[in-house]
Structure formats: C-alpha cells, structure tokens
C-alpha cells in the first residue's frame, strides 16, 4: 500500500505514522513553574540529539505545562521511564489545571535537583538535568508553523542508581526501559543483543 499524508488516506482504522516510528524513548519531563508550582508529564516526541554536548529535545502538540515552565524558568528534568515505573508514568499524562502536581496524583515523590531548580522524580533509576538551550517552532511546507514546539537542552548534570550498574555498564535487564510504539502500545527494552560496527578492510 502507499498513500500521500496529505489525504491520510490510508485504509487502515487507525492512522499507522506513529506505529513506524516506533519504538520512541518516552521524555518524562519535570518542571516547575515560575509560580513554584511543579510539573511531570511524558512526551514521546522526545530523544537525546547529540552526545558533545549532550543535548536532548522534547516536543509539546501546542504549549503546554512543560513547554510553559521550560520557558519560564529555563530549565527542566527528563527521568527514566522504568517498567516498574510504566502505570505511573501513565497517571502523570493527566490533563490536570495548572498548578496541580502530577507527582501527587501518581503517587511519586518529587527531588529538588543538584544544578537545577526543577523537580525529578525521587524513584527513577536516572534522571538527566538540563537547561535550556532554544526553543523552536518548526515549519511546515508551506512555512507556516506546525503545532508542536520544540524545546531544546542541555544535559548538565546526570543522576544514576547504581541498583541498575553491572560491569561498568547500565543494565537494561534490571532497568527495563519502557518504549511508546503506535496507538496505546508500549514496549519494554530489556531484551539486548550487541551489534558492533564492521571493520571496513584497508585497500
């Protein structure tokens, strides 16, 4: 099959896009406003985009909370998203007022961060504290503005639970990372295998 997005004209009962771009590091991000008021909600446009300097970006359909705090303050966290942390995860993403702590209504606890002031969450086996480094607002086509807003950071300080260091390394089969794919379906990535890159012989 093969259709144009600008019809969307797919066939199918749901719209496929975010299904193949899959599976996408969900940024569970933590806020506080300029009122001292706090903030957590998971985006799963969200990646790490380069690594000197470690820079990451989520991306918020419209201003939201997050968007909105980052702005204001110029800082936020982004916090491992376990699976034993998964429903919790999911708790934050409610549509509660400004104002209101989605830590309380998911039942975690918020820390105050060692470089930033903006909370994380006290049971994530890592969180990375960043700030931030521009805002954007990508462009369609047509040059006009899509809806989403792209906010940018540096990653300035990094904390890690070492439950979840083995040999040096993290490990995903004690930390089991949860993925976002298409439609409601997550995935956890603690099923690793290794792939090293290939020796191009000298001519």
Same mark, same amino acid.
């Given at each position: 099959?093969?259709?144009?997005?600008?019809?969307?004209?797919?066939?199918?009962?749901?719209?496929?896009?975010?299904?193949?771009?899959? %599976?996408?590091?969900?940024?569970?991000?933590?806020?506080?406003?300029?009122?001292?008021?706090?903030?957590?909600? %998971?985006?799963?446009?969200?990646?790490?985009?380069?690594?000197?300097?470690?820079?990451?970006?989520?991306?918020?359909?419209?201003?939201?909370?997050?968007?909105?705090?980052?702005?204001?303050?110029?800082?936020?966290?982004?916090?491992?998203?376990?699976?034993?942390?998964?429903?919790?995860?999911?708790?934050?993403?409610?549509?509660?007022?400004?104002?209101?702590?989605?830590?309380?209504?998911?039942?975690?606890? %918020?820390?105050?961060?060692?470089?930033?002031?903006?909370?994380?969450?006290?049971?994530?086996?890592?969180?990375?504290?960043?700030?931030?480094?521009?805002?954007?607002?990508?462009?369609?086509?047509?040059?006009?503005?899509?809806?989403?807003?792209?906010?940018?950071?540096?990653?300035?300080?990094?904390?890690?639970?070492?439950?979840?260091?083995?040999?040096?390394?993290?490990?995903?089969?004690?930390?089991?990372?949860?993925?976002?794919?298409?439609?409601?379906?997550?995935?956890?990535?603690?099923?690793?295998?290794?792939?090293?890159? %290939?020796?191009?012989?000298?001519?």
């Amino acid at each position: 099959m093969f259709y144009t997005t600008d019809t969307n004209r797919h066939g199918l009962a749901h719209d496929p896009f975010k299904a193949i771009v899959s %599976p996408r590091p969900i940024g569970w991000i933590g806020s506080k406003g300029r009122d001292g008021s706090i903030n957590l909600a %998971p985006y799963s446009f969200f990646n790490a985009v380069a690594d000197r300097p470690k820079l990451v970006m989520f991306s918020s359909a419209g201003r939201k909370d997050s968007q909105r705090n980052a702005a204001e303050t110029g800082v936020f966290t982004c916090n491992f998203v376990s699976r034993d942390l998964a429903e919790k995860m999911n708790l934050s993403s409610a549509a509660l007022p400004y104002g209101n702590s989605e830590f309380d209504f998911a039942g975690l606890t %918020p820390k105050q961060s060692e470089l930033i002031d903006a909370p994380y969450v006290g049971e994530a086996y890592a969180v990375l504290e960043c700030r931030v480094t521009e805002i954007i607002e990508p462009k369609t086509l047509s040059g006009a503005p899509s809806e989403n807003v792209l906010v940018f950071g540096e990653v300035v300080g990094i904390r890690i639970d070492e439950a979840i260091v083995r040999d040096g390394r993290l490990d995903m089969s004690i930390a089991r990372p949860v993925a976002r794919m298409g439609y409601m379906d997550y995935s956890e990535g603690s099923d690793v295998f290794e792939m090293f890159r %290939p020796q191009v012989p000298k001519m």
